[in-house]
């Protein structure tokens, strides 16, 4: 089942400007994961952050988990139209060997 | 280059028209993985495969098989094509179970009239 639930589910913003978007999730996870899609192709991992971390960063994008709540969010600084893009979470848990997707958040980026 | 392979990219075909979608990766990843994407569900798993010869149902398996005999490839077989399997379908594979970070092929675009 669908654990991952990202909100909002459409952002669109000026370029240079940060895009945030959040995912919630249901049961304990072992750790949580973004991907972007561009248009109909395949997904690219982006990062990966564990349940005992909080804090995450790569390049221009930082991730936060909250495991008291459940959350976590991915923010995209100083965005570029090249970011436009859907934006999935996924989680993952000790008992189970897959990933759950959630429903994805589209990013548009107006140069 | 490391990279996941799906053929074909596009597939129009009948109902009832046995299919197979082929995937293979160069990564020599233990896990590997089916999705479809359907507008507003997002991605859902159909089967994964652990190892070779080790598979298992994902969310919805219904209407297809798949068979794991060697470690780089996973095809996914459609005996009986509906047209409520239209959809764009992903293989993916990880190095280890669905924990690690997983490599996604480029997708297959199926048209089931």
């Known amino acids: 089942s669908q654990q991952g639930e990202e909100d909002p589910q459409a952002l669109s913003i000026q370029e240079g400007e940060n895009a945030t978007m959040n995912c919630s999730y249901k049961t304990s996870i072992n750790n949580l994961q973004w991907y972007r899609q561009n248009s109909g192709r395949g997904l690219v991992h982006l990062i990966l952050?564990?349940?005992?971390?909080r804090e995450k960063h790569s390049g221009r994008l930082r991730v936060t988990l909250d495991t008291s709540k459940k959350s976590s969010s991915l923010l995209i600084t100083a965005s570029r139209a090249a970011d436009t893009a859907s934006y999935f979470c996924?989680?993952?848990?000790?008992?189970?060997?897959?990933?759950?997707f959630g429903k994805g958040n589209q990013v548009v980026v107006i140069p | 280059e490391a990279q996941v392979t799906q053929n074909p990219r596009y597939l129009i075909t009948v109902t009832g028209k046995k299919l197979t979608v082929t995937c293979s990766q160069n990564m020599n990843h233990e896990y590997m993985s089916w999705y479809r994407q359907d507008p507003g569900l997002g991605l859902r798993q159909i089967y994964y495969s652990m190892n070779v010869e080790v598979t298992d149902k994902g969310d919805v398996p219904e209407g297809y098989k798949v068979s794991r005999k060697e470690k780089r490839n996973f095809p996914l077989i459609l005996e009986s094509p509906s047209p409520n399997q239209t959809s764009l379908y992903f293989c993916a594979s990880s190095l280890s179970r669905g924990l690690s970070e997983q490599y996604f092929g480029p997708g297959t675009r199926l048209t089931v009239t």
């Open positions: 996924a989680t993952s848990d000790y008992g189970n060997n897959r990933l759950a």
């Open positions: 952050i564990r349940s005992n971390e």
